[in-house]
């Protein structure tokens, strides 16, 4: 895979303590931010798969074991 240079704006505070961390886990800042873009991007694809696939059973509708035995009339008969 290509990698491309970007430019990022972030924080000086937010930015320390990104580079804390990546030291921390003996890992760059550019390794960091690409995992953890990567992990949005995967929750993401998920959530819309789960999304879809609830949808779809939504439009099928759900047997909860319900019959009907009278019209609205007979129940409402006066």
Do not use: C, W
């Amino acid at each position: 895979m290509q990698n491309q240079n970007i430019t990022l704006s972030l924080p000086k505070t937010v930015l320390r303590k990104i580079k804390l961390l990546a030291a921390k886990r003996q890992s760059s800042v550019s390794r960091l931010l690409t995992r953890a873009a990567e992990k949005m991007l995967e929750e993401e694809t998920e959530y819309d798969a789960a999304h879809k696939r609830q949808r779809a059973l939504l439009e099928i509708g759900f047997n909860l074991g319900f019959r009907k035995t009278a019209s609205r009339d007979d129940l409402h008969d006066r």
